[in-house]
């Protein structure tokens, strides 16, 4: 039987921002993606998930890590800690947490796409056979995200399932995704990428999620038109019995 979130969505905060920015879609001319997908353990997944959506088999959590060389606001940087996730029958990825490094981003992300990311500094070194971010999580916690780019791969190996946020509608908790298409130019399959952590709590979401061991890792070179946060369709929900 399918395993449910332990987060009571009724009380998840209801984010509700304002923001100067222009309305989606936005056209991302040209994003440099790097992710990384690892297993974690159930409980910890399970306490980091609403209620209304139930785990992945298996229990995964992924990081990502997006340097938007323009937009409608300028360059910005944000990474996003997400867990994996179901819907009915739609995966989607969570969002479990995320640091944008401009004042603007965490103001335009909360109020387009109904996730807030906390302020904070990212930085990307892309060299001819590496990429290497690192991202203040806050709290006092660091996280470096080292991936090869030695291994080029088609670019139909990169593939996204949605982000997944939850809002209130009509009173309601409801699964809402933030509907994004890329256009994927250059793929890289990093095996040997790795995720190392400094500082922080144990109670910090991004501890709690911490690796355990690694799925899977690639990066991208990509165009992105990031929709407006829109209800997540669930195709199957009813025949789950």
Request: aromatic share 4%; net charge negative; glycine share 6%.
């Amino acid at each position: 039987m399918p395993e449910s979130g332990l987060l009571e969505s009724a009380r998840l905060p209801h984010v509700e921002v304002s923001s100067d920015a222009a309305p989606p879609p936005w056209n991302i001319p040209e994003a440099v993606v790097q992710t990384i997908t690892y297993e974690v353990p159930v409980l910890n997944a399970r306490r980091n998930l609403p209620d209304i959506v139930t785990r992945s088999a298996p229990t995964y959590a992924r990081v990502t890590v997006i340097d938007r060389a323009d937009s409608p606001i300028g360059p910005y940087r944000e990474a996003v800690l997400m867990i994996g996730c179901r819907i009915g029958m739609l995966p989607a990825n969570y969002v479990v947490g995320a640091v944008a490094d401009r004042e603007a981003a965490c103001e335009a992300i909360a109020a387009h796409w109904k996730y807030q990311p906390s302020l904070g500094e990212i930085s990307i070194v892309r060299s001819d056979d590496a990429i290497t971010s690192r991202i203040d999580a806050g709290d006092g916690l660091s996280i470096q995200l080292h991936s090869p780019i030695t291994e080029a791969a088609a670019v139909a190996i990169v593939r996204y399932d949605p982000l997944l946020t939850i809002i209130q509608q009509d009173g309601r908790p409801t699964a809402a995704e933030v509907p994004c298409e890329h256009d994927v130019r250059q793929a890289w399959l990093s095996r040997g990428s790795s995720l190392s952590y400094d500082g922080g709590s144990r109670s910090h979401p991004w501890i709690q999620l911490r690796s355990s061991n690694a799925i899977t890792a690639v990066a991208a070179i990509e165009g992105q038109t990031i929709e407006a946060s829109a209800v997540a369709a669930t195709p199957g929900a009813a025949a789950g019995g």
